[in-house]
Structure formats: structure tokens, C-alpha cells
């Protein structure tokens, strides 16, 4: 068949097609000296290939080589034709021809352009310009064959190969010179064998015992005393198995899939055993053979076997019998098969393995892990650690990728980044984050990866290396796959790297996040995570600045395009980021699509959830705007879908259902909730009554009470019965579902103290309330409660509050069933330092004298453990406070650079009645923070403060003195002043401070008297306190 009858495909590669261009054009031209124009980071002025016809040197032709993405489905358009033309203009010496060569079919558009511009250019004495198509370039080739043998063997003549071959044959001469230079070489390799080791040395192998999963967690290389700690994977038994009756086996599985641990596990069962373990030290020696056992059975390991010379192995194996067995370790490409009979660790297997085992002890996991992330613990903000373990099991293809996810290596991404600089290979891990991100961590070939980084001036070897580098790392899943071990890596890691480079590093990421935000084959949802990173994703820095504002508008463009529900949801999400980059977008991304905006909200559907955030930025950024856009949408519609809500869109209907009311159109919100079906709503309460339902009935009925509170009551009255039986079967959790309707719509809960005169809750909510609990029991509830976790004790405590409010009688009854030792052993070890959850939750038990009692003796009881003691547990709990002072100990009046004015003050007013000189040894220790705090900018921060500070000054004069002579005298006078103007508590604390530091000599003094002569009225202290 003839080479022009056959389907011949383009390079995959857009590498190898410049490579295929190049020999190419060097036979058509006939000039062996054409070249590639400079290497990829250098300008190349629109040529990647140049030489002259027929070598004479005198006349220059250049091709530019176009193969428009990976799948070469596109084409150069007509825009890029001309950018191209231009940018050859500077190449010099001037062309005389120029050509584009592409992959894509021949256009007939782009053919005539050519020639009308040839004319033209022609005429000014300018290059002609050509348009190569694939077709075109299979025409070139077919008078090629040299070209047609290199690139496309498989369609090469078989007549041409064997006139080739026969050329090739040598002459005499040439044979003897070839025997000549063999034996030379020969010699060589002989000298190389010799520089491996000439006899193999057989190590004995220690399990030594106290190693955890730290190494693992960290990524290092695991060895013998690892088999202890890690999981047992179920091939060891395999091995076993097999050594007993073949006396050797091979274990085979990719990098990083646990085959080492595996034979290691295997090894220590041996040992167990009283037999003894060597381990070959280098497996590229030449001379091994298996020692004499002198009649000890022993076990002849072989990691890295894949290094071994294959007859070396061979020889061992076949030595092999009962007492010299060998085990032999390789590494394997996934997916091959070329170590038949070799036991093949299943990576998934061996992760689900690991995750099951470590769930079974999950305290001494969360010791281990929480030395690398200590963000993971069982505290109420903290990572819950079975999540974390479940969701490494999730992502994990290989063990090692599990190791990095439930050691939280995202952790570690500011040093991966300074290495990844140092190995070259910091823009590839970029590119390789950045899509990631964009693509909803789809798998990625590296082939999409290089094609974003050659735009950018990487070359192919240098992206080679730096792939390399990052999979020897483990830093990607590996060649085949260019992920990274999790996509929240992805996201720290790309800060960090922008972080560290200088302006031109920086410029080039940013040019490729740009390439990135305007290619359609990434899905909104993704370019919204990038987005979202890129302004949020670090505490350091905001990139905000990386998008262009050409970028802006074409994304925003596309957006404005999305059709279906999910996909619209994410494209208001993208506008939601795009709005928040600069308030000057509002009005120029949503005015000129207001309509289509209100149409999207008259059918708010799956998109209502991302709806609401752009609605929500809009009305910050341009409130006449967001009235406009819900002015203009359809409150029938939007009824309608209001009253046709489901579990599915629940959260995202109640959301944008608030945001809308925020805007306030009282017309339009008076004409949507006439249509809104009420009976529809309210024959919910019978319909969502379990699980998750419940906790968006709450919600729903707490977005209703900004649109008709009366309708709300009645449904949360019709829910009472389900509410019950809610707080029955679990009340922690239970409540944690009712949480919206106690608060929102009962006003039965009120953590801030908010609900007070008119609007505290009237009869009816409080004897909803009331009938919410009337099914608890004591007993139950108290045997429940103590089944908490540590991230619970917040919950349970909010919970115990409405008890107590609402069956006082009952809450009296529960605490005579509570086991105090048990909540003893449940706080633990926080005893120590005792979180802010722990002490509400001990407070909440105190607020009846019974619960007080058992409280006080709890503190009694570990208050020696305890370093600092809480002013709200002191407060509680004030005998104990007392003994703690008088120990030496300190009160802790200052946690996180906030200073507890209210329970401190309260403390210490406790320990003032007993013995006021204890007061001037517990301040000492804060009066560096304290100065910090009494110069704060405005009134907010001296809440509740005027009772410390009065004993502050009074009690401990020397320390008053010293706090006041190291505040920041220009921002404490903005503060004090702002004080000054406000209520009565504010007032009183800023005239204390003022009459406190009036006699002191320097800068605070002189604040005081300025304070003083402008304040002459609210800067004298009152004579008692205000409350």
C-alpha cells in the first residue's frame, strides 16, 4: 500500500512533531544544517525551525510548529496566524519565507489569507507566509523515506529497510576495526563489573522495638524495626506460606506499596521463630552465594532486587532448601507482569488493611499522628482523627499516599516548596497544583502538564528532570498520574512556592493560573477552588492580584453561560470570587447580566446555594444593585420554589431565602410570601422528622421567622412531638439538630444574653420549650451525656443549659445519676491546661447548688495537676482558688493575648476579700499582656473590664505602674478615649485608668492630662462600681 493511502496520525507529542518538522524540512530544503531556533525559555520571534534552501546561507526560511492542544483536535485561527506573522518580523536576518506547520486538517480560511498577505508583504519586499496542514506535511513526507523510517517504521517500505541494511553491511576492514573496538569495550564493561561489590556481604537484621508510625506519617524509608509498628498486611502470611514449601519467593509491587514492611513482617515471624535473618548489603554484587548455616535454618533477605543481575538471583534461588531460604524484593511497574510467580502486594488491599487497623486503637493513633499535625486531636476544633483516617482509606491508592494524608503532609508544603526551588522543580509542582485544583483532582497525564509549562519556557528535559525529581520525592502519585498526594497539599503548597519566588517567577505562575482560568476543559467548580485559594488560601498573603482583569472578564463571560442547576451553582460561586477580588467588578460583571441574574433566582433550584453567595457579595459591594436583581426576578417563581423545597436543595433554598429578605424589597417580599403554600411547609413537621431532616426542618423554620414568624411558631409547635423524641433517643446530638428552632424561633436559648426585655421568649415559645423535654430522663440523660467525646463538651453543655432553663426538676434529678469519676477520666488530661469547652461544660453543671458541690470537689480533687487555674473555675469553685493562690500559683487571667476581664476580675475579687496581698503575686506574671490589652484601639476590647482594673490599681499598685508605663501611648489614647464616649462600664474603666496614670511622670502621664482636660466630667472614676 502506498504511504498516501494510509491513516497516518500526528505525534502525540508536540516535542516529537518539531522533531518530525525538522527532518523534514532539512531534506526538503536540502540542508542538513537547519536547526532548532534557540531552546524553550529564550524568544524565539515566531520560528522554531530555520535553515536555507540548498545550504547556500544567503536565504533564510523559518517554520513555526502548531499542534493546538494534546488531542489536536483544534486549529490555528485566524488571530494567531497574524500574532505569529508579527513576532517573526524580528527574527534576524530577515526571512525570506515563513511557514506555519500544524497537525491540524488544511482551512481553506487560513490558505487564503496566506496568499492575499504574500502579495501584499511581497510588494514592501517582506517574507512570504505559507500554511502548512497536516495533509500537506503527509505529502512532504511521502518523497521523505529516510524521515517515514525514523518517525513511522511500522508504514516504512520493507524493499528500503533491506537496501539499507545491506549498505550497512561492513567491509573487511571495517569488520576487523569493529572486532577491534568490541574487544575494547568488553574490557571496559569487565572494569565496571569490578567496581561493584566482587562478594556479596550478608548482614544480620536487628527488629529492634520503640518505633511508632512517625516515619511512616513523615515519608521516610521504612526497614526491620518498622515491621513491628506497622500493620500487619495480609501477603506476609502469603510469603510464609510459600517460603515453607518452595524455600524462596519473590515479592513485586510499585514503590511505595508496602512490600518491604510486608517481607520485613514476614521476616520477624521467622525470627519469632529462633531462625535466623542476613540481609544483602548492596544487590548489585556480582558474587553471592548463601552462607553455610552450620545447621541454623536462616532466611536470606534481597530488597531493591530489581538492581540484582537476574542469573545472580537465579543462582540463590536455586540454592535455596528448608534451611537457607531467600526472599527477594522488587520493584514493580503497575499493571506489568514481569516477574511471574512473584507474590504482587495489592496496594488498595494493604491500605484498607492499615486503615482497619489503626481504627482499632485509636488512642495510640491520635499519639502518633498528632505529632505530625497536631490540628487532628479530640478536642471540639480539632480534626476528628476516625474522619481523617476514613478519608485516607478514600484517596489512597498506595500506602505511602495514605501515610502523607493521615499525617496531614500538607503541613510540611513551605519546606517541600524551598526544596522543590533547590531541585529546579518548584514551576512544575506549581503547574501540577494549580490543575489539580482546577480540574476537581481529575488524574492527569503528564502530558497536560508539560503542555501548560512549555508555554512558559520550560524545556523537555528540564520538565523530565523536575518530574523526576517529584515522584522520587513522593510529592506526586507518579509519571503516569502528575497528582499530588492530596489536593489540600495542592492548595498550601502553590502559596508556598508563589511565596518564595522572586517578581519574575512569580509573573510566570501567575501567567500560567491565567492560561488555566480561561481554558473551558476545567470545570467551573474546580477554576472556583483555585479562585478561592488564590484569595483566601494563605494567612500571609492574598494573589488576588494574579488574576488579570482580561481573565476576569472572559471567565465572567462564561459563566454568565452555565444552563443546568449544579453547573449555575458554581458559576455564581466563580462570580462570587471575581466580585471579592475588587469592588469595582460588581457593577461591570453583574449590571450588563442583571436580568439573567434574576432570572437564575426565579429558579433558585440545586443553584440556590451559590446563589446566595453572589447575592450576598453583591449587596455588600453594590446594595442598589442586588435590589435591582431581586426586584427583577419572579417572587411567584421563587415562591413556588420555596414552597416545593426538598431535603436536596433545603440548605441552599433557606440560605438564599435569607439573603433575599436582607436586601429588603417590602413589596416584593409582601407579594412572594402570599404565594408561598404554608400547609406544604407545615406538613413538613410530620415528613422530616429524622436524621439530617431534622436539621434542616430547624433551619427552615428559623429562615422563616425573618418573613413570618408566625408561621414559623406554628411549625415549630407542630414539630414538638418529633423534637422530643429527637432529644430522647440522643439529647447532645438532638439538640445539636434543634439548635436553630431553641435559638431562632424559641428564643429558649440564649448563649449571649441577647433575648431580653421585648424580646425575650413570651408563654407560648416557653412552653414549647418546655413541652420539647417533658419525654427526657434523668437517668437516661445522665447516662448519655457521659458518653461524650472531648469535641463534644461544648454541645453537651449547651444542651444541659436548655435542660436546666426548661425541666430545672429534672436537670436537679440528672445530676444525681451523673458519675463524677467518670467525667474525671473523661477531661483527662486537660486538666492540666482546661479548654474553654471543658469549662463551660463544668460550669454548666454548676448552676445549681448540687451540681456546684460535685464541681468544687472535682477541683479539689486535681488541683495539682492543674498549672493555671481558669478565673471562670475560680469563681466556682473559690476555696480551691484560694489554696492555689497561696501555693504560688497563678490564676489564668490571660489565655491567647485575651485577657478574661469579667471571670477574672470575679476571681479576684474572691481571693481580695480573703487575703489582698495575694493579688500583687497574680498579677506580676501578665503585665506585659496587660499592657497590650489596656492599649487597644477601641471600646469593644474593655468590655466588662472596669472590676479588674479597679483592683488592678488599688491592690497591686506596683504592677499598675509598670503596666501603665509600657502602653502604646498613641493607640491606648484612641482606645481610652473611645471609652470615654460610650456607656457607663466603658467610661468608668477609661477614668480609672486615667486617674491612675495622672501622677506619673512622661508620655502616659501626659495622655492621662490631655485625656483628662478633654474629659473633664467622664475621666473622674466613680466612687463605686457601675455594676
Not at 113 to 129: M, N, T, Y
Not at 628 to 645: G, H, K, L, Q
Given at each position: 500500500m502506498d504511504f498516501l493511502d494510509k491513516q497516518i496520525a500526528p505525534p502525540k507529542d508536540w516535542v516529537r512533531f518539531e522533531d518530525l518538522c525538522l527532518a523534514l524540512f532539512k531534506q526538503v530544503w536540502n540542508d542538513p544544517l537547519a536547526q532548532k531556533n534557540g531552546r524553550r525559555g529564550q524568544r524565539q520571534n515566531g520560528v522554531d525551525i530555520f535553515g536555507s534552501p540548498a545550504s547556500k546561507g544567503d536565504v533564510y526560511w523559518g517554520v513555526q510548529c502548531?499542534?493546538?492542544?494534546?488531542?489536536?483536535?483544534?486549529?490555528?485561527?485566524?488571530?494567531?496566524?497574524?500574532?505569529?506573522?508579527?513576532?517573526?518580523?524580528?527574527?534576524?536576518?530577515?526571512?525570506?519565507?515563513?511557514?506555519?506547520?500544524?497537525?491540524?486538517?488544511?482551512?481553506?480560511?487560513?490558505?487564503?489569507?496566506?496568499?492575499?498577505?504574500?502579495?501584499?508583504?511581497?510588494?514592501?519586499?517582506?517574507?512570504?507566509?505559507?500554511?502548512?496542514?497536516?495533509?500537506?506535511?503527509?505529502?512532504?513526507?511521502?518523497?521523505?523515506?529516510?524521515?517515514?523510517?525514523?518517525?513511522?517504521?511500522?508504514?516504512?517500505?520493507g524493499v528500503d529497510k533491506v537496501i539499507r541494511a545491506l549498505r550497512s553491511l561492513p567491509l573487511q576492514e571495517e569488520s576487523e576495526r569493529l572486532i577491534r573496538a568490541m574487544r575494547k569495550l568488553e574490557d571496559r564493561l569487565d572494569s565496571v563489573e569490578s567496581m561493584a561489590p566482587a562478594q556479596g556481604i550478608w548482614a544480620p537484621v536487628e527488629?529492634?522495638?520503640?518505633?511508632?508510625?512517625?516515619?511512616?506519617?513523615?515519608?521516610?524509608?521504612?526497614?526491620?524495626?518498622?515491621?513491628?509498628?506497622?500493620?500487619?498486611?495480609?501477603?506476609?502470611?502469603?510469603?510464609?506460606?510459600?517460603?515453607?514449601?518452595?524455600?524462596?519467593?519473590?515479592?513485586?509491587?510499585?514503590?511505595?506499596?508496602?512490600?518491604?514492611?510486608?517481607?520485613?513482617?514476614?521476616?520477624?515471624?521467622?525470627?519469632?521463630?529462633?531462625?535466623?535473618?542476613?540481609?544483602?548489603?548492596?544487590?548489585?554484587?556480582?558474587?553471592?552465594g548463601l552462607n553455610d548455616s552450620a545447621g541454623e535454618q536462616t532466611l536470606y533477605l534481597v530488597d531493591n532486587a530489581h538492581l540484582m543481575q537476574p542469573y545472580v538471583l537465579n543462582a540463590l534461588e536455586e540454592a535455596a532448601n528448608p534451611d537457607r531460604m531467600v526472599l527477594s524484593i522488587h520493584n514493580a511497574v503497575r499493571g506489568s507482569s514481569n516477574l511471574p510467580g512473584a507474590i504482587t502486594v495489592d496496594a488498595q488491599r494493604a491500605v484498607r488493611t492499615i486503615a482497619s487497623a489503626l481504627r482499632t486503637d485509636l488512642h495510640a493513633t491520635l499519639r502518633v499522628v498528632r505529632r505530625a499535625d497536631d490540628s487532628v486531636g479530640e478536642r471540639m476544633l480539632d480534626i476528628d482523627l476516625s474522619k481523617r483516617i476514613d478519608e485516607a482509606a478514600i484517596k489512597a491508592t498506595v500506602p505511602w499516599q495514605f501515610c502523607f494524608i493521615l499525617g496531614g503532609g500538607w503541613r510540611r508544603a513551605k519546606q517541600v516548596a524551598r526544596n522543590a526551588r533547590v531541585a529546579g522543580a518548584d514551576f512544575v509542582l506549581a503547574a501540577i497544583a494549580a490543575h489539580q485544583m482546577a480540574s476537581r483532582d481529575a488524574p492527569a497525564h503528564q502530558t497536560e502538564i508539560i503542555e501548560?509549562?512549555?508555554?512558559?519556557?520550560?524545556?523537555?528535559?528540564?520538565?523530565?528532570?523536575?518530574?523526576?525529581w517529584l515522584v522520587s520525592e513522593r510529592l506526586i502519585l507518579g509519571e503516569d498520574d502528575c497528582r499530588c498526594p492530596h489536593q489540600r497539599f495542592s492548595a498550601v503548597v502553590l502559596s508556598e512556592i508563589l511565596a518564595i519566588q522572586d517578581k519574575q517567577g512569580r509573573k510566570r505562575i501567575a501567567g500560567l493560573i491565567n492560561r488555566l482560568l480561561t481554558n473551558h476543559d476545567y470545570p467551573l467548580a474546580g477554576l472556583r477552588l483555585l479562585l478561592h485559594e488564590l484569595r483566601f488560601g494563605s494567612i500571609n498573603y492574598q494573589w488576588n492580584w494574579i488574576v488579570q482583569d482580561a481573565v476576569i472578564r472572559r471567565l465572567a463571560s462564561r459563566c454568565w453561560q452555565a444552563q443546568d442547576g449544579e453547573e449555575r451553582a458554581f458559576a455564581a460561586l466563580v462570580l462570587e470570587q471575581l466580585l471579592g477580588i475588587s469592588e469595582k467588578w460588581a457593577r461591570e460583571l453583574i449590571e450588563p447580566n442583571a436580568k439573567l441574574f434574576s432570572a437564575w433566582i426565579s429558579e433558585p433550584g440545586e443553584s440556590a446555594y451559590g446563589l446566595k453567595y453572589l447575592l450576598n457579595v453583591?449587596?455588600?459591594?453594590?446594595?442598589?444593585?442586588?435590589?435591582?436583581?431581586?426586584?427583577?426576578?419572579?417572587?411567584?417563581?421563587?415562591?413556588?420554589?420555596?414552597?416545593?423545597?426538598?431535603?436536596?436543595n433545603a440548605y441552599g433554598i433557606c440560605e438564599l431565602m435569607s439573603t433575599v429578605g436582607n436586601v429588603r424589597i417590602q413589596d416584593w417580599n409582601a407579594r412572594m410570601m402570599a404565594m408561598v403554600d404554608k400547609d406544604r411547609l407545615r406538613s413538613l413537621a410530620q415528613e422530616w422528622t429524622y436524621g439530617p431532616d431534622a436539621y434542616r426542618f430547624a433551619k427552615l423554620c428559623r429562615t422563616l421567622v425573618g418573613w413570618d414568624e408566625e408561621l414559623a411558631l406554628k411549625m415549630a409547635e407542630d414539630f414538638v412531638p418529633a423534637a422530643r423524641e429527637i432529644l430522647a433517643r440522643d439529647p447532645v446530638d438532638g439538640f445539636r439538630k434543634l439548635d436553630n428552632i431553641a435559638t431562632s424561633v424559641l428564643r429558649a436559648f440564649d448563649v449571649l444574653g441577647v433575648y431580653v426585655g421585648v424580646h425575650a421568649p413570651d408563654n407560648r415559645r416557653k412552653a414549647i420549650a418546655r413541652s420539647m423535654c417533658s419525654q427526657l430522663d434523668?437517668?437516661?440523660?445522665?447516662?448519655?451525656?457521659?458518653?461524650?467525646?472531648?469535641?463534644?463538651?461544648?454541645?453537651?453543655?449547651?444542651?444541659?443549659?436548655?435542660?436546666?432553663?426548661?425541666?430545672?426538676?429534672?436537670?436537679?434529678?440528672?445530676?444525681?445519676?451523673?458519675?463524677?469519676?467518670?467525667?474525671?477520666?473523661?477531661?483527662?488530661?486537660?486538666?492540666?491546661?482546661?479548654?474553654?469547652?471543658?469549662?463551660?461544660?463544668?460550669?454548666?453543671?454548676?448552676?445549681n447548688p448540687p451540681g456546684r458541690q460535685r464541681i468544687q470537689e472535682l477541683v479539689v480533687r486535681n488541683l495539682d495537676r492543674i498549672e493555671q487555674l481558669p478565673p471562670r473555675l475560680a469563681v466556682i469553685a473559690p476555696e480551691a482558688a484560694l489554696r492555689h493562690a497561696r501555693n504560688g500559683r497563678y490564676l489564668r487571667l490571660v489565655q491567647y493575648d485575651h485577657v478574661d476581664w469579667r471571670?477574672?476580675?470575679?476571681?479576684?475579687?474572691?481571693?481580695?476579700?480573703?487575703?489582698?496581698?495575694?493579688?500583687?503575686?497574680?498579677?506580676?506574671?501578665?503585665?506585659?499582656?496587660?499592657?497590650?490589652?489596656?492599649?487597644a484601639p477601641n471600646s469593644s476590647f474593655f468590655d466588662e473590664s472596669e472590676l479588674l482594673i479597679r483592683l488592678l490599681l488599688d491592690k497591686a499598685p506596683d504592677c499598675a505602674r509598670r503596666v501603665l508605663e509600657h502602653l502604646e501611648i498613641r493607640v491606648a489614647e484612641n482606645g481610652w478615649m473611645d471609652c470615654l464616649r460610650k456607656s457607663k462600664g466603658h467610661r468608668a474603666s477609661a477614668a480609672l485608668l486615667i486617674e491612675g496614670a495622672i501622677e506619673i511622670e512622661g508620655p502616659v502621664g501626659d495622655m492621662a492630662r490631655r485625656l483628662r482636660k478633654r474629659f473633664p466630667k467622664s475621666s473622674l472614676p466613680p466612687a463605686r462600681l457601675t455594676r
Open positions: 502548531k499542534a493546538p492542544d494534546t488531542r489536536y483536535g483544534g486549529g490555528p485561527t485566524l488571530a494567531e496566524l497574524e500574532a505569529e506573522v508579527e513576532k517573526a518580523e524580528n527574527f534576524s536576518p530577515k526571512l525570506d519565507r515563513w511557514i506555519l506547520a500544524t497537525t491540524a486538517p488544511r482551512d481553506a480560511t487560513l490558505q487564503q489569507f496566506a496568499r492575499e498577505i504574500s502579495v501584499e508583504r511581497r510588494e514592501k519586499d517582506l517574507f512570504s507566509v505559507h500554511v502548512l496542514g497536516w495533509d500537506e506535511i503527509l505529502d512532504l513526507l511521502a518523497g521523505a523515506p529516510d524521515v517515514i523510517s525514523n518517525f513511522y517504521p511500522e508504514h516504512s517500505a527488629f529492634e522495638a520503640g518505633r511508632d508510625l512517625g516515619p511512616a506519617l513523615m515519608g521516610r524509608p521504612l526497614g526491620p524495626s518498622d515491621a513491628v509498628a506497622c500493620p500487619r498486611l495480609d501477603e506476609a502470611d502469603t510469603v510464609l506460606a510459600q517460603l515453607e514449601v518452595a524455600y524462596s519467593v519473590r515479592i513485586a509491587g510499585e514503590p511505595g506499596a508496602g512490600k518491604s514492611v510486608c517481607a520485613y513482617q514476614a521476616a520477624l515471624t521467622l525470627a519469632r521463630a529462633g531462625k535466623r535473618i542476613l540481609r544483602l548489603s548492596d544487590p548489585r554484587s556480582l558474587a553471592v501548560h509549562c512549555r508555554s512558559f519556557g520550560l524545556s523537555q528535559s528540564d520538565f523530565g528532570n523536575a518530574l523526576g453583591l449587596a455588600q459591594r453594590d446594595e442598589e444593585l442586588a435590589r435591582e436583581v431581586v426586584s427583577a426576578s419572579d417572587p411567584d417563581a421563587v415562591a413556588e420554589a420555596f414552597s416545593t423545597i426538598e431535603p436536596k434523668a437517668k437516661l440523660v445522665a447516662d448519655q451525656v457521659l458518653k461524650i467525646r472531648k469535641r463534644d463538651f461544648q454541645a453537651a453543655a449547651h444542651f444541659l443549659h436548655f435542660f436546666f432553663d426548661w425541666a430545672p426538676r429534672k436537670f436537679s434529678a440528672m445530676l444525681a445519676y451523673i458519675k463524677w469519676d467518670e467525667l474525671d477520666v473523661l477531661i483527662g488530661d486537660d486538666w492540666e491546661n482546661l479548654t474553654h469547652e471543658a469549662l463551660v461544660l463544668l460550669g454548666t453543671f454548676s448552676m471571670f477574672g476580675g470575679l476571681a479576684l475579687a474572691v481571693i481580695c476579700q480573703a487575703e489582698p496581698d495575694l493579688l500583687q503575686s497574680l498579677f506580676a506574671p501578665f503585665e506585659k499582656q496587660l499592657a497590650k490589652a489596656l492599649s
